[in-house]
């Protein structure tokens, strides 16, 4: 096996890793990347979302659980939050210039000579 592979294997199982923590415990990727303080307030947020929705609002505890774990994942693979991601593709959409807009060099049209 060449290195790459070897390395693709790696990163590969340790994303895995860091997905089935998240199933078990929200802010584990935090943890195993090592940013102990972010994985500290993952479990914070999620454990006070459970106990103050969880009674009065099921649905929303959970969603609140799903979203702290997967923007979790996405810091401790990425490097940038969740929110950071989607305000950043919103931003180049919106951004992105119009198909009848020309973007670039435009060349040069010669006049037309009448004969």
Known sequence: ????????????????????????????SEFVAGN??????????AGAAAVLLGP??????????IGVRVNS??????GRSLFTSIRGDV???????KAEEHVGPTEPTEPVKSK
């Open 91 to 97: 931003d180049r959409v919106i951004h992105r210039p």
């Open 56 to 65: 009065t609002l099921p649905l929303v505890a959970a969603l609140v659980g």
């Open 73 to 78: 994942y996405q810091r401790a693979t990425t």
């Open 1 to 28: 096996m060449t290195a790459a592979v070897i390395q693709e294997d790696s990163s590969t199982l340790g994303r895995t890793v860091m997905l089935a923590g998240e199933v078990i415990v929200p802010g584990a």
């Open 36 to 45: 102990i303080g972010s994985g500290v307030g993952s479990v914070l947020v």
